[in-house]
């Protein structure tokens, strides 16, 4: 199961960030900080997914997107991962690309679309 | 699908945001926003009414101001209003404002829920997926509340459009997740599972992960769904790499799909049904072909959504674990990727060959690979990549290649990463114990571990290289003279010290006729280390030079020198003092043949499942895929493992603390009065000696208890009395316990020692230790008459299956009883697994010519074998929520049978075994509480609730347990405490 989806740039900020589980709002900075940190510390020799606490995260970089999902240990990483790169293309063809800033509207949109291919992915807005 | 459009107007909005983005400071980003709140908030008070779009573009910027991190406090009636547009792009914006910024409590909630119900019942298929969209998104126990009732008759309805019934799927699920009792389960279920049918993937998708989280809690009900998610699952398979056009990814048809549906099935035992399995084997042979197929496409996406499939196609085999032909299969095709340039393939390929090693199909198949894992071992850059394989190595290890993979694994060692030494040790020194075929190997292999992770080795591990030291005679030789050797290096472990020293102290004589390693030697080399050490092994250290005085007399004079002088007689430290004086007196006042008894050699320790397996499970936590594992294999190997101990085939149950009394601060020796032998120093463990024991009488309030309370006729004993001696090799039968049994039981729910029965001719006293799923009991039978008693024979019964759950094993007493006097009878208890009913203790005895006859239920309950467990409130809410079943709950609510004093209340908690956890419920009133209860073959993790209410005298006891009769059992036992 997804616990939560992330997109954090590489200065450490979320740009975007959802839930699937309740993670009080403190909380949940603490932990995108410590996502982001384990992220950005490995290199391209390491796999795409990292031990967590007791949960994993599978990421992706695109440019100075990261891309995290946080998952629990029934789901299945690759499936995941290709999922993370799907809903990047998705992106991709409605906003031509995927930059950092997103307006409300538009997040709407692509998380609309994200489901329709994948509802596993309830709508996400941007949230910062 | 509306499309983004620059031309969709709200130029204002777009103007507002990059005039936002150009802003060169925050102050002037504030006062640009400040400026902007001002404006909506005179456009909204304004007379003038303003049409949609307006409102549409303001809640539109109020949104984006609250995004940035300002508070809105305005706006929320505007957004409100937008619900009822009949525009898409309004209805949406003030959706998608509700979903963001109004909470629960809002007043506005009652107008938000009517917006949405008449979205809901619009027949409009865009506005009733925004509204269920909403739903989902706000997830609340309100929403749930409102709209749970109606989401399941749109998602089985037969005029819902597709991206409806998808939608509703998703709410629903999102709904269940957050409050599974406000689903409520019905007719619809069964047409739910009729979705799998559904022509529209993207409706199928949504209804696998929906059916994926409820039948996790209603199995039955959803059991239909295998049938239609293998021929779904099939004809994706099947289908050409064009068929599904939209669900189809790089060449690849509905990869996320076909993964939910092989998850859904591992949710459910192989199919029974002939035609259904012939049906999936087909598809799962299918998905292992095409992965040696040529690739359709040499993009990446390809292959890794093919991969994925791939992945959890050998998960549900290896669920299945039924099909040796798929296991080695799915085994050979990881076996290829354990070689994959790719990271992240190595990776998955090492973690599910993990669990592919633990069938008994594969396991042959999995060894073969084991040169390529112990490369990985060496050469993977990636930490958690090297862990998997460390991991997959323990897991292959059986006894051909042990030896191997052990010194792999130290040589790993010395480089490993600090993070996973512990647990490399720790599976070291398992390894080399279960699989030890020569007792040198083993000692050799756990002193490198010290020598090389000596930080890293737990108590666990050197507290048992001991015990087995002490309990194989054919090694102690060697192992002296090792120890000694590695002491000779300059600089060694403490740990080391602490094993040569006590080796040293037991077996030291085995050495002593070289002359190298002469008394004076081994006593000046151990010397040497002393000043470096910290107390606790100088403590250790003490203990061995008074055994040094017994074993070789020529040293006596230079350690009584080294016990008398100042720095240890005078020792800041009291148990170091303590031990100095007493050693010293010890020395010079008793004749060799008191110190020979006094520092007699260590008996064999009783043996157990080894404590440092039950400290890995420890580590990686209950629930934990490869602790399981463990335990599975263990269970098959169990042979192998006898091999280690001296009495291989006996299932003894031995003192908890018997194996702490040699190793702890104070060995044996140390208490100069004990006289040597085995029971004996058990007892010690005890803080009363046994004759203390009996003289406990019933406690006024137990006397009330029993006045106040009818002894329960309809115990369900009675049923068992028949059936009982059937179970039972004993010779005669055994009559049905008496009347007040239960009401004697119940009161050693809650402590372990006490007189269990008393009438005029017998008193029985109780004493009894738990830990982990072990537990030993010591039973007083006294003789309260002057005459003797003949042929007393007591005999522990297992009524019905406890056989097979609990063990018990006892030793015979005398068969004379003199009067006055007392007799004990050491009971080793095994808990196998969770029971229900105690077993029947029955005393026979022929009393002045009259056979005399009793029957008691012995106390051994399912709570003596809970380990506490502390937790933070936090786990302690996520855990209860993971009990959430109805079955795993029990509730009982009961009137209070005893004054209601929160003091005595925790008393008995603690006593009932589990952790008392403070801090965790709101009301300080209440007591919480969580622990595990240890069996052989599972552990059960257990939490309670007990609500007093002082007022009404009630109490409200709630029980939530993994398993469903024990929170059922355990609610019972505790609730007649109170």
Known sequence: ?128 | MPAVSKGDGMRGLAVFISDIRNCKSKEAEIKRINKELANIRSKFKGDKALDGYSKKKYVCKLLFIFLLGHDIDFGHMEAVNLLSSNKYTEKQIGYLFISVLVNSNSELIRLINNAIKNDLASRNPTFMCLALHCIANVGSREMGEAFAADIPRILVAGDSMDSVKQSAALCLLRLYKASPDLVPMGEWTARVVHLLNDQHMGVVTAAVSLITCLCKKNPDDFKTCVSLAVSRLSRIVSSASTDLQDYTYYFVPAPWLSVKLLRLLQCYPPPEDAAVKGRLVECLETVLNKAQEPPKSKKVQHSNAKNAILFETISLIIHYDSEPNLLVRACNQLGQFLQHRETNLRYLALESMCTLASSEFSHEAVKTHIDTVINALKTERDVSVRQRAADLLYAMCDRSNAKQIVSEMLRYLETADYAIREEIVLKVAILAEKYAVDYSWYVDTILNLIRIAGDYVSEEVWYRVLQIVTNRDDVQGYAAKTVFEALQAPACHENMVKVGGYILGEFGNLIAGDPRSSPPVQFSLLHSKFHLCSVATRALLLSTYIKFINLFPETKATIQGVLRAGSQLRNADVELQQRAVEYLTLSSVASTDVLATVLEEMPPFPERESSILAKLKRKKGPGAGSALDDGRRDASSNDINGGVEPTPSTVSTPSPSADLLGLRAAPPPAAPPAPAGAGNLLVDVFSDGPTAQPSLGPTPEQAFLSELEPPAPESPMALLADPAPAADPGPEDIGPPIPEADELLNKFVCKNNGVLFENQLLQIGVKSEFRQNLGRMYLFYGNKTSVQFQNFSPTVVHPGDLQTQLAVQTKRVAAQVDGGAQVQQVLNIECLRDFLTPPLLSVRFRYGGAPQSLTLKLPVTINKFFQPTEMAAQDFFQRWKQLSLPLQEAQKIFKANHPMDAEVTKAKLLGFGSALLDNVDPNPENFVGAGIIQTKALQVGCLLRLEPNAQAQMYRLTLRTSKEPVSRHLCELLAQQF
């Open chain 1, 1 to 128: 199961m997804i616990k939560f989806f992330l997109m954090v740039n590489k200065q450490g900020q979320t740009r975007l960030s959802k839930y699937y589980e309740h993670v009080e709002i403190n909380k949940r900075t603490l932990l995108e900080t410590e996502v982001i940190k384990s992220c950005l510390s490995r290199s391209n020799e390491q796999c795409s997914f990292i031990e967590y606490k007791d949960f994993k995260l599978i990421y992706r970089q695109y440019a100075a997107l990261f891309i995290v999902v946080g998952v629990n240990d029934t789901e299945n990483e690759m499936a995941i991962y290709e999922f993370i790169h799907n809903f990047v293309e998705v992106l991709d063809e409605y906003f031509s690309r995927v930059g950092q800033g997103l307006n409300p509207t538009s997040g709407l949109y692509c998380m609309r679309q994200a489901t329709e291919l994948n509802p596993q992915l309830l709508p996400i807005y941007t949230c910062n």
